[in-house]
């Protein structure tokens, strides 16, 4: 090949390698920018006096006397709202029936969308679900229901060649003319002083417990969870995968079953994490019973075989790339084959190993389809380490998928399901970061 030839290649090769790599970061940074931003939203907002009603009541966390002052205000405020609305029942009471049953279907609307605005009415008896004992804790969420209070919602299908069209119609409106037609414009002037809303930095989201499914709280059993399915994992997952490869690459004879073994080990590589979620339903819980139902122990398992592959093949990778140079030294001065492994060719290799263990740990605490048939639950307290061994466990990945599929408030708690993706994230990251300042660390060392 022609030398200028060749360098018009390396030329081209390395221009399309910088645009791989520009490529892969313009990737990385639009799906990390939504989750930032919305998953900060659950660290810091504008919270209203009803979530400091909620950290003062549910969590015995605040300032009291503050509080006090803020209620008395937010009280204060909110009375002319119930007053209007006594009146307006008064005046229905005096209507004839066919104009009461008229409006009584639209106030009870009205009636249903301040409950959930501002909470429950002084005198009404507490209810029983927590989320009824309180109004909106967030300003985001209370200027979504004071639309709702504002409007009604009417689905226009008179054109049968297209979708049916959403017509927002004024409340006041409907209520021209009676005592309750004041309450619309008093509500938009005065939400402020209603709800109080003050910047909030609830850096507790990680460490509360949740209230009422997530309604309230943080995803403390979430994240404690995690961590002991990650753990649990690489406890079973390291020693295996290492000593497997220690075997391959230094004592093992090459042949028709070391290659079979290595097809084994590419081959699993690729199974679907839902495959080993059933092999651990199938095995560990129902032929071995390692727990009598689903428990962090049974997660643990499954999720180490689902990252054997990669601990291992990692592993063998590292130790090959060793050059041959310093097993041939150590021998020659004396040392034992296992000595020499153990001494010279693991630490040498201990960059590419940590490296290969910690992406695996990346991959264990993401996982979804592996532990929600040995390990997840939806709700769940956190566990106390010993009760790892036959107790299922909240963990974040299934309840990011369960929070976003299946709950019945699921456009309440986007904050919380947008939290859990952020912490998920952060937490993988800064396991790689750890993973690069381990490398650079270690091999700044072996270089002397």
Same mark, same amino acid.
């Given at each position: 090949?022609?030398?200028?030839? &060749?360098? %018009?290649?390396?030329?081209?090769?390395?221009?399309?390698?910088?645009?791989?790599?520009?490529?892969?970061?313009?990737?990385?940074?639009?799906?990390?920018?939504?989750?930032?931003?919305?998953?900060?939203?659950?660290?810091? /907002?504008?919270?209203?006096?009803? @979530?400091?009603?909620?950290?003062?009541?549910? #969590?015995?966390?605040? $300032?009291?006397?503050?509080?006090?002052?803020?209620?008395?205000?937010?009280? !204060? *405020?909110?009375?002319?709202?119930?007053?209007?609305?006594?009146?307006?029942? *008064?005046?229905?009471? !005096?209507?004839?029936?066919?104009?009461?049953?008229?409006?009584?279907?639209?106030?009870?609307?009205?009636?249903?969308?301040?409950?959930?605005?501002?909470?429950?009415?002084?005198?009404?008896?507490?209810?029983?679900?927590?989320?009824?004992?309180?109004?909106?804790?967030? =300003?985001?969420?209370?200027?979504?229901?004071?639309?709702?209070?504002?409007?009604?919602?009417?689905?226009?299908?008179? $054109?049968?060649?297209?979708?049916?069209?959403?017509?927002?119609?004024?409340?006041?409106?409907?209520?021209?003319?009676?005592?309750?037609?004041?309450? /619309?414009?008093?509500?938009?002037? $005065?939400?402020?002083?209603?709800?109080?809303?003050?910047?909030?930095?609830? =850096?507790?989201?990680?460490?509360?417990?949740?209230?009422?499914? @997530?309604?309230?709280?943080?995803?403390?059993?979430?994240?404690?969870?995690?961590?002991?399915?990650?753990?649990?994992?690489?406890?079973?997952?390291?020693?295996?995968?290492?000593?497997?490869?220690?075997?391959?690459?230094?004592?093992?004879?090459?042949?028709?079953?070391?290659?079979?073994?290595?097809?084994?080990?590419?081959?699993?590589?690729?199974?679907?994490?839902?495959?080993?979620?059933? #092999?651990? %339903?199938?095995?560990?819980?129902?032929?071995?019973?390692?727990?009598?139902?689903?428990?962090?122990?049974?997660?643990?398992?499954?999720?180490?075989?689902?990252?054997? +592959?990669?601990?291992?093949?990692?592993?063998?990778?590292?130790?090959?790339?060793? +050059? &041959?140079?310093?097993?041939?030294?150590?021998?020659?001065?004396?040392?034992?084959? =296992?000595?020499?492994?153990?001494?010279?060719?693991?630490?040498? !290799?201990?960059?590419?190993?940590?490296?290969?263990?910690?992406?695996?740990?990346?991959? !264990?605490?993401?996982?979804?389809?592996?532990?929600?048939?040995?390990?997840?639950?939806?709700?769940?307290? +956190?566990?106390?380490? =010993?009760?790892?061994? $036959?107790?299922?466990?909240?963990?974040? +990945?299934?309840?990011?998928?369960?929070?976003?599929?299946? @709950?019945?408030?699921?456009?309440?708690?986007?904050?919380?399901?947008?939290?859990?993706? #952020?912490?998920?994230?952060?937490?993988?990251? %800064?396991?790689?970061?750890?993973?690069?300042?381990?490398?650079?660390?270690?091999?700044?060392?072996?270089?002397?």
């Amino acid at each position: 090949m022609r030398l200028e030839t &060749r360098k %018009l290649l390396d030329k081209a090769f390395s221009g399309l390698g910088l645009i791989a790599i520009g490529v892969m970061a313009m990737a990385l940074l639009l799906i990390l920018t939504p989750i930032v931003i919305r998953g900060s939203k659950a660290f810091v /907002f504008k919270g209203t006096i009803e @979530h400091r009603r909620v950290m003062l009541e549910q #969590f015995d966390r605040g $300032n009291a006397e503050a509080f006090t002052g803020d209620s008395a205000q937010a009280t !204060a *405020a909110r009375a002319p709202v119930y007053e209007m609305m006594e009146e307006f029942e *008064a005046e229905m009471k !005096a209507m004839d029936r066919s104009r009461r049953s008229d409006y009584r279907s639209a106030y009870r609307e009205v009636e249903k969308s301040i409950k959930v605005l501002l909470g429950p009415a002084p005198g009404e008896r507490t209810p029983v679900l927590l989320r009824q004992q309180y109004g909106q804790t967030r =300003w985001d969420r209370t200027l979504v229901k004071l639309h709702e209070v504002l409007y009604s919602e009417e689905w226009d299908y008179s $054109n049968t060649d297209a979708m049916g069209v959403l017509i927002e119609k004024p409340r006041v409106e409907q209520f021209a003319g009676t005592r309750l037609e004041p309450l /619309f414009h008093y509500m938009e002037d $005065n939400l402020t002083e209603m709800m109080r809303p003050k910047t909030t930095f609830y =850096w507790q989201f990680i460490t509360d417990k949740s209230k009422d499914s @997530h309604i309230f709280g943080g995803i403390w059993p979430e994240v404690l969870g995690t961590i002991y399915l990650t753990l649990g994992a690489m406890i079973f997952a390291i020693p295996m995968g290492v000593i497997a490869a220690i075997y391959l690459c230094e004592y093992a004879k090459e042949g028709r079953v070391i290659s079979f073994l290595r097809i084994c080990i590419s081959t699993l590589a690729g199974v679907p994490s839902i495959v080993f979620g059933l #092999f651990g %339903l199938a095995f560990f819980l129902n032929t071995i019973q390692v727990s009598d139902s689903k428990s962090v122990l049974a997660g643990s398992l499954t999720l180490s075989l689902l990252i054997l +592959p990669t601990i291992i093949r990692s592993s063998e990778e590292a130790i090959l790339a060793v +050059p &041959r140079a310093y097993k041939e030294a150590a021998l020659g001065l004396g040392a034992g084959r =296992w000595h020499t492994v153990l001494t010279v060719i693991l630490p040498a !290799a201990l960059p590419g190993i940590l490296t290969g263990i910690v992406i695996s740990m990346g991959r !264990a605490a993401g996982e979804t389809a592996p532990i929600i048939f040995t390990a997840a639950v939806s709700v769940g307290a +956190p566990l106390k380490i =010993w009760e790892t061994l $036959n107790q299922p466990t909240p963990a974040l +990945p299934w309840n990011i998928y369960n929070l976003c599929t299946e @709950h019945e408030a699921v456009d309440e708690i986007r904050h919380v399901q947008y939290g859990m993706v #952020f912490t998920l994230v952060a937490n993988v990251l %800064l396991l790689n970061l750890f993973a690069i300042l381990m490398r650079a660390r270690i091999s700044k060392k072996l270089r002397g």
